[in-house]
């Protein structure tokens, strides 16, 4: 979508334009500037990168719609602006010539006006100058930026070794350790506090909203996995799987996906404003994945007309995304139910928090050998516990179970349930 971002005042020495903070993505109101990349009296380019700003979603890089210099910052590092609220003024040379305000597509900058002979003659008098970006901010990650954020390390200080000198997160970590080892005089604080900001800050909020809002209940089943662990393991080999790295996360996406189709209700919404329950024809998958600016939620959009391939790479696309910070809002919104993979971490189960707007999420335990029973004799297999949380609002404990056992039945036997189409 496009919108104005430009307040025009003539000045002897050119037109102030103003930049307001754009709208970032579907459902965000505000966001929290985290730093900026300029200062003022610096020289800017069209669309030179000048504020790193957090949403509930993303960490997200704002170029700058104008060239010109940096009048006024209107901000401070960890304000929460409004969308629609001023974030940086400009002197952009030339005088203004009453026209339309600059019209700016949230994301790629304002489109080029055609230059007078005048004002090209101008700019190519101007000796060149370094971006602004290479002056004042090392070059690194965005996972690196926030991983010293969170460990207090000057990146002015770190030696990148990542490719053409990038600074990242191994790095980061390498500065703060040499850090810590230095002997100190004074005794350590037998405290320390962390400001709540950016994404955990609105991750609080949005499961807080969510467990007072929603009735949560959760259902619990422990199941005999031995033919998806082989299952995955034949995968890997086949054809339709080369340059894709199926796990077993893959097959119980396709489980649930399946068992949704009878069991739509899980899918479906509680419009709390109009007082309907939305029936959801499509799927849009979240994959919680844990990062180092917090817990992302990115969303795979009608998995449901995926197949177990596309549905292996969509899964393994969707994490890299989010781990490296390239996520962007509309990646992240969206959902219509969730997976959780908490078996990543060797914990055998737990009771996921719903996410905002949706009605069911089910976290997959860890998978690992245990005793079962198989055919009346005690055997070694593949186990694991799958929960199931869910809003008592628009499910019964009824339908709740009989999608537990379906999922669980899936992941028991799997082969001819998933593998048609493939």
């Given at each position: 979508m496009e919108q104005s971002v430009s307040e025009r005042g003539d000045v002897a020495t050119g037109r102030?334009?103003?930049?307001?903070?754009p709208d970032l993505g579907e459902g965000l109101t505000e966001a929290e500037l985290v730093s900026w990349t300029v200062a003022v009296g610096d020289r800017v380019a069209l669309n030179q990168v000048i504020a790193e700003v957090e949403t509930a979603k993303a960490t997200v890089e704002l170029p700058s719609p104008y060239a010109g210099t940096v009048a006024e910052l209107l901000a401070e590092p960890g304000d929460s602006v409004p969308v629609g609220n001023p974030l940086i003024r400009f002197t952009v040379p030339g005088a203004s010539d009453g026209g339309e305000p600059v019209q700016v597509l949230v994301g790629y900058g304002p489109g080029a006006a055609p230059a007078s002979r005048r004002a090209a003659r101008a700019a190519a008098a101007q000796p060149p100058q370094p971006p602004t970006w290479e002056r004042h901010r090392p070059d690194a990650k965005p996972s690196a930026r926030?991983?010293?954020?969170?460990?207090g390390v000057d990146l002015t200080e770190v030696t990148g070794t990542g490719a053409g000198g990038v600074v990242t997160v191994p790095d980061v970590r390498r500065a703060a350790d040499v850090r810590d080892a230095q002997?100190?005089?004074?005794?350590?604080a037998r405290e320390t506090r962390t400001p709540i900001h950016g994404i955990r800050k609105r991750t609080a909020a949005a499961v807080a909203r969510s467990a007072f809002t929603a009735p949560h209940v959760t259902v619990f089943l422990t199941c005999d996995v031995t033919a998806t662990v082989e299952l995955v393991a034949r995968l890997r080999g086949a054809p339709a799987f080369e340059g894709r790295h199926p796990t077993p996360l893959t097959v119980v996406a396709k489980a649930l996906l399946r068992v949704l189709a009878h069991q739509p209700i899980l899918n479906a919404a509680w419009d709390e404003e109009h007082q309907e329950i939305v029936t959801r024809r499509y799927v849009n998958l979240g994959?919680?994945?844990?990062?180092?600016?917090?817990?992302?939620?990115?969303?795979?959009?009608?998995?449901?007309r995926l197949s177990l391939p596309e549905l292996a790479d969509a899964i393994a696309r969707a994490a890299e995304t989010a781990r490296s910070g390239r996520a962007t809002p509309a990646k992240l919104t969206g959902g219509t139910v969730s997976i959780t993979n908490v078996g990543v971490f060797g914990v055998d189960t737990g009771t996921p928090i719903l996410n905002p707007g949706e009605t069911a999420i089910l976290a997959l335990g860890a998978i690992g050998p245990r005793p079962w029973v198989v055919d009346g004799e005690l055997a070694v297999r593949q186990v694991t516990t799958l929960s199931l949380s869910f809003d008592h609002r628009l499910v019964d404990g009824e339908q709740a179970a009989r999608a537990l056992a379906g999922i669980g039945a899936i992941l028991t036997d799997p082969v001819p349930e998933l593998l048609a189409g493939i």
């Amino acid at each position: 979508m496009e919108q104005s971002v430009s307040e025009r005042g003539d000045v002897a020495t050119g037109r102030s334009e103003v930049f307001r903070l754009p709208d970032l993505g579907e459902g965000l109101t505000e966001a929290e500037l985290v730093s900026w990349t300029v200062a003022v009296g610096d020289r800017v380019a069209l669309n030179q990168v000048i504020a790193e700003v957090e949403t509930a979603k993303a960490t997200v890089e704002l170029p700058s719609p104008y060239a010109g210099t940096v009048a006024e910052l209107l901000a401070e590092p960890g304000d929460s602006v409004p969308v629609g609220n001023p974030l940086i003024r400009f002197t952009v040379p030339g005088a203004s010539d009453g026209g339309e305000p600059v019209q700016v597509l949230v994301g790629y900058g304002p489109g080029a006006a055609p230059a007078s002979r005048r004002a090209a003659r101008a700019a190519a008098a101007q000796p060149p100058q370094p971006p602004t970006w290479e002056r004042h901010r090392p070059d690194a990650k965005p996972s690196a930026r926030r991983e010293a954020r969170a460990l207090g390390v000057d990146l002015t200080e770190v030696t990148g070794t990542g490719a053409g000198g990038v600074v990242t997160v191994p790095d980061v970590r390498r500065a703060a350790d040499v850090r810590d080892a230095q002997p100190t005089s004074a005794e350590p604080a037998r405290e320390t506090r962390t400001p709540i900001h950016g994404i955990r800050k609105r991750t609080a909020a949005a499961v807080a909203r969510s467990a007072f809002t929603a009735p949560h209940v959760t259902v619990f089943l422990t199941c005999d996995v031995t033919a998806t662990v082989e299952l995955v393991a034949r995968l890997r080999g086949a054809p339709a799987f080369e340059g894709r790295h199926p796990t077993p996360l893959t097959v119980v996406a396709k489980a649930l996906l399946r068992v949704l189709a009878h069991q739509p209700i899980l899918n479906a919404a509680w419009d709390e404003e109009h007082q309907e329950i939305v029936t959801r024809r499509y799927v849009n998958l979240g994959i919680a994945t844990a990062t180092d600016a917090g817990l992302m939620v990115p969303v795979i959009r009608d998995a449901d007309r995926l197949s177990l391939p596309e549905l292996a790479d969509a899964i393994a696309r969707a994490a890299e995304t989010a781990r490296s910070g390239r996520a962007t809002p509309a990646k992240l919104t969206g959902g219509t139910v969730s997976i959780t993979n908490v078996g990543v971490f060797g914990v055998d189960t737990g009771t996921p928090i719903l996410n905002p707007g949706e009605t069911a999420i089910l976290a997959l335990g860890a998978i690992g050998p245990r005793p079962w029973v198989v055919d009346g004799e005690l055997a070694v297999r593949q186990v694991t516990t799958l929960s199931l949380s869910f809003d008592h609002r628009l499910v019964d404990g009824e339908q709740a179970a009989r999608a537990l056992a379906g999922i669980g039945a899936i992941l028991t036997d799997p082969v001819p349930e998933l593998l048609a189409g493939i």
